[in-house]
């Protein structure tokens, strides 16, 4: 795999590229059960409880109470509605995946 990502990434690091991005989409050398999907508000919550990166790249959430941004939809009328939902985009991977697990090829 990583020789296919060394010539089609214009940025490709190993390191990078095999314990970031990859293992969240599943497809790195970290093998998943296909129900893992990967949710960023948990991700933020459980790594930035207060926000402070989230608000250093986007600055209209400086005021904004930290909890709120870790809550999908909690910052609709103060901020860019989400452009998918989370819970219906995972219960959607997971039935292509546990579709793709079960076909007979």
């Excluded at 020789?3 to 790195?28: H, P, R, V």
């Excluded at 893992?36 to 209209?60: T, V, W």
Aim: proline share 4%; charged share 30%; with cysteine.
């Amino acid at each position: 795999m990583s020789n296919i990502l060394q010539k089609k990434l214009l940025d490709y690091d190993a390191c990078s590229n095999i314990g970031s991005w990859q293992w969240a989409a599943s497809t790195g050398a970290d093998s998943v059960p296909y129900f893992r999907i990967f949710n960023p508000y948990l991700q933020s919550g459980k790594f930035d409880k207060e926000a402070i990166f989230i608000k250093s790249i986007i600055p209209e959430l400086k005021e904004v109470d930290s909890k709120l941004i870790h809550i999908e939809g909690a910052l609709k009328d103060k901020y860019i509605s989400p452009i998918v939902d989370i819970k219906y985009s995972r219960e959607k991977a997971i039935r292509a995946f546990k579709e793709a697990k079960n076909a007979k090829v």
